[in-house]
């Protein structure tokens, strides 16, 4: 899994394509991160201790980790590198902090 709690995600596809958000929780045996405030489903709710007047809310679902891409500022930080080609042309595991194209370095 490329995406840690706490990391800045950008959405990749979907309704959210484009939008940058926090990861809330992994999921790694689906291959699966909440992110807030995207992907976000009308849940209705009956009633109860936690929501004594019931009514409609708000739910963040899951999404499939292939669909979000680490921001490189937290991933530099923490060391992580990428697939692609170093600065001298000689290919493997290379900084994502100097990661020269965003397609193509997975």
Known sequence: M???RGDTVLILTGKDRGKQGLVERVFP???QV???GINVA???VKPNRQ???GGIIEVAMPLDISNVKVLESEAASRGQSSRGQAPKGAKGPVPIASATSDKGNK
């Open 42 to 44: 009308k849940k209705h």
């Open 29 to 31: 045996a689906d291959h």
């Open 51 to 53: 929501y004594p007047a």
């Open 2 to 4: 490329a995406a840690r």
């Open 34 to 36: 909440v992110v807030t």
